[in-house]
């Protein structure tokens, strides 16, 4: 069995291909939605989210997203400190879910924007990362999020470039076309895989 990391740069695509590897039989485990898990409302995770950010940090007994967002994207400090608190209970979730794939005898797609930023590839077989030019993940990225590009850039600039990630890559799914063209570049990707294993 195999344990495939993908990743990207923010906005570059990497739920989009990880719904088709989805569709292809692949079982996805996705880093956001186990850092949503990680601070749950009633969560340990939130709580300390709240002891480290205050009393805005916390809306309507939810984590406040938007004013997390505000603070982490303008501030390496307190996004060191965010993600101190949330990647270790994302580590533990994502491993769990990862040895029930495996145990099911699953092929199984670790969905991790931070993979490179946080030196995970040696926790996975091989790293396929979703890449598209700075300028087009700029526009994708104001678009779907409805921010300012100077908040849009924050956000950018707060991971290791696309280009980097592009180069470390082990194999390259260019989403810079439509997503009919997508498509096309993942089956191609999925059909090479499945001829080595
Ligand atoms: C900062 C938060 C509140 C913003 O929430 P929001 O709903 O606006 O964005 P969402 O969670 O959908 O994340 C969108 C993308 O932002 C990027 N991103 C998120 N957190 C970080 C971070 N700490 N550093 C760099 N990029 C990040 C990723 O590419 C992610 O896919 C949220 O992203 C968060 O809790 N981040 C900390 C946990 C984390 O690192 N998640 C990323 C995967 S483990
Ligand atoms: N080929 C495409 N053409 C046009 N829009 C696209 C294409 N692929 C993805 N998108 C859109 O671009 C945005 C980013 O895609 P997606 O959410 O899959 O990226 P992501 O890498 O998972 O983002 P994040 O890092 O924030 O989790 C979405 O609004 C999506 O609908």
Redesign the pocket.
């Known amino acids: 069995m195999t344990v495939i990391g993908l990743t990207g740069?923010?906005?570059s695509g990497?739920?989009t291909v990880a719904q088709l590897l989805q569709g292809q039989g692949f079982v996805i485990v996705d880093?956001?939605i186990?850092?949503?898990q990680?601070?749950a409302p009633g969560s340990e995770g939130l709580r300390q989210v709240a002891a480290a950010f205050g009393p805005d940090a916390v809306l309507n007994g939810e984590?406040n997203?938007?004013y997390?967002?505000q603070q982490?994207?303008h501030d390496e400090d307190k996004?060191h400190k965010?993600?101190s608190i949330?990647?270790p209970i994302?580590r533990t979730i994502m491993e769990e879910e990862k040895e029930a794939a495996l145990s099911e005898g699953q092929d199984v797609i670790m969905d991790?924007?931070?993979l490179y930023?946080?030196k995970l590839e040696e926790t996975v077989d091989t790293v396929w990362v979703v890449y598209i030019p700075e300028k087009l993940q700029l526009e994708r990225l104001m678009k779907r999020?409805q921010l300012s590009e100077e908040s849009a850039r924050a956000?950018i600039t707060?991971?290791i470039s696309i280009e980097e990630k592009r180069k470390r890559a082990d194999i390259v799914i260019d989403n810079s076309g439509t997503l009919e063209d997508l498509k096309i570049n993942v089956d191609t990707v999925v059909k090479e895989y499945y001829k080595s294993h």
Do not use: T, W, Y
């Open positions: 740069g923010i906005a990497k739920s880093a956001d186990a850092a949503r990680a601070v984590m997203r938007a997390i967002g982490i994207f996004r965010l993600n949330i990647h994302v991790i924007p931070l930023e946080n999020n956000r707060s991971q």
